[in-house]
Nanobody, 129 residues
Framework: VQLVESGGGSVQAGGSLRLACVNS??????????MGWFRQAPGKKREGVAV???????AYADSVKGRFTISKDNAKNTLYLQMDSLKPEDTAMYYC??????????????????????WGRGTQVTVSS
């Protein structure tokens, strides 16, 4: 499994970005894995942002509920994170994660931080005020 993120950049507060994570490996398809987005700001621990389980169930961090939407296109083997109404506190490196065997619900996986087997290298999101 190889996860490659894209879509990060610099935006002003209130703006939008859409992150994408392509699963370029052919061992496990996107629909066979629980997948999620995590972020880490300088000096802070990595935190869960959004997770989508194999059955489509989703979970979000309280700080992004109503502003971010996680989705996946199984035909394209791609995970997305639509981020609207961005705030300066959303500034961080965003990482895509996936696991074919993790037996957690979406909300459990959101708080797991390190349990996912596969991680991308990250894409930087910077929101200015």
């Amino acid at each position: 499994v190889q996860l490659v993120e894209s879509g990060g950049g610099s935006v002003q507060a209130g703006g939008s970005l859409r992150l994408a994570c392509v699963n370029s490996g052919n061992k496990y398809s996107t629909n066979a894995m629980i997948m999620g987005w995590f972020r880490q700001a300088p000096g802070k621990k990595r935190e869960g942002v959004a997770v989508i389980a194999r059955d489509g169930d989703t979970a979000y961090a309280d700080s992004v509920k109503g502003r971010f939407t996680i989705s996946k296109d199984n035909a394209k083997n791609t995970l997305y994170l639509q981020m609207d109404s961005l705030k300066p506190e959303d500034t961080a490196m965003y990482y895509c994660a996936a696991d074919p065997y993790l037996s957690l619900t979406a909300i459990q996986a959101l708080g797991s931080r390190g349990d996912f087997a596969y991680w991308g290298r990250g894409t930087q999101v910077t929101v200015s005020s």
